[in-house]
């Protein structure tokens, strides 16, 4: 069992940068793949992006490509998102999920998933 808890949402105007983190329970931090993904009001949960077990392979959305950036810190198990230039369609729900040895884009490869963060830009 993985237990996941995102910190660092907030309001910022767009332009603006916040850096999500998401804390892991256990011991098997290292042998899971991490993902964020997203939910705005009124849409369904979208990738975001993830990144390898070892932090080595990265995958990001088009839409946030260039602007967000994804790491991880396995001695803290830690993954973080770090947002810059935001704008204010990346308003959402932010969660962030584990994939046991793997890392997709697809929500449904995902094993535990945090309770999620508020990301609101405003114009």
């Known amino acids: 069992q993985v237990q996941l808890v995102e910190s660092g949402g907030g309001l910022v105007q767009a332009g603006g940068s916040l850096r999500l983190s998401c804390a892991a329970s256990?011991?098997?931090?290292?042998?899971?793949?991490m993902g964020w993904f997203r939910q705005a009001p009124g849409k369904e949960r979208e990738f975001v992006s993830a990144?390898?077990?070892?932090?080595?392979?990265?995958y990001y959305a088009d839409s946030v490509k260039g602007r967000f950036t994804i790491s991880r810190e396995n001695a803290k198990n830690t993954v973080y998102l770090q947002m810059n230039s935001l704008k204010p369609e990346d308003t959402a729900v932010y969660y962030c999920?584990?994939?046991?040895?793997?890392?997709?884009?697809?929500?449904?490869?995902?094993?535990?998933w945090g309770q999620g963060t508020q990301v609101t830009v405003s114009s």
């Open positions: 256990g011991r098997t931090f290292s042998r899971y793949g």
């Open positions: 999920a584990a994939e046991f040895l793997g890392t997709s884009s697809s929500q449904r490869e995902y094993d535990f």
């Open positions: 990144i390898s077990e070892t932090g080595g392979t990265t």
